[in-house]
């Protein structure tokens, strides 16, 4: 069934120039949304430059996609960085960059959005976050952390903007296949490898044994932001395949 409740709304996305954030974008406009994509560089799904660490520049740039669009009525949140390495090899600078975008980020752009869709009564916001939020993942300790943190975020928010008729959710991928999961594979067997999963590393496979695509992960997020879900809040929805056989 076609989702609804997406027609004729105005979106927010960060991350919109590739990826996950790129395909939700596209999926929401093929559903009859106005879409703002935000990222830190230009693209054809990015119409607004804008680096989700500032939180002055996200204020204004909702502050005029409200102006120039509309009141947003969605904010789905695919901002993100990973940069992997073990705790005891890991630089200063790549800790804080890595929470400035996967957690303040989500932060900035919350916050500035929900103090608009207070006073309508109305909205939906989803975070895209990770199942490495919710198991120990080696060599990824700050991406785990980090998205652990934008999650339970979310759902805080989810519940201080109930009253207000207004959903928060997350969505956690698994591994999908984007430019970031690509830039982890050491050959041209990366997909096989990921799918069978490593006892060295202590990550287990994919049972469905497919990696998803970021279609897989925008029609997640198109279900929750849609009236499909309007009885839905602060869920967690992983769509990973069964990797984590949902510890």
């Not at 560089?41 to 102006?67: I, L, P, Y």
């Not at 490495?132 to 980090?146: D, E, I, N, Q, W």
């Amino acid at each position: 069934m076609e989702p609804t409740g997406i027609n004729g709304r105005i979106a927010l996305v960060t991350g919109a120039a590739q990826g996950i954030g790129a395909a939700v974008t596209r999926s929401l406009r093929g559903g009859g949304a106005t879409v703002a994509g935000l990222d830190v560089r230009s693209g054809e799904d990015a119409t607004h430059v804008v680096d989700v660490a500032d939180s002055e520049a996200v204020e204004e740039a909702v502050a005029r996609v409200e102006r120039d669009l509309g009141p947003v009525d969605i904010l789905v949140n695919v901002a993100g960085v990973l940069r992997p390495g073990k705790v005891d090899e890991l630089g200063d600078d790549d800790w804080r960059d890595t929470f400035a975008v996967n957690t303040d980020g989500v932060f900035h752009t919350c916050r500035a959005v929900s103090q608009r869709m207070i006073p309508r009564k109305r909205g939906s916001i989803v975070t895209v976050g990770s199942n490495a939020a919710g198991v120990p993942r080696y060599g990824m300790a700050s991406y785990a952390a980090s998205k652990a943190a934008a999650t339970l975020f979310t759902k805080s928010l989810g519940l201080e903007l109930a009253e207000h008729g207004i959903r928060c959710n997350v969505v956690s991928p698994g591994p999908t296949d984007t430019e970031m999961q690509r830039d982890l594979w050491a050959d041209d067997d990366g997909a096989e490898a990921v799918i069978t999963g490593s006892l060295e590393t202590y990550k287990a496979g994919i049972p469905l044994n497919r990696l998803a695509t970021a279609d897989d992960i925008a029609d997640a997020v198109m279900f929750l932001v849609s009236d499909r879900a309007k009885h839905v809040t602060m869920h967690d929805l992983y769509v990973d395949g069964g990797t984590t056989l949902r510890a």
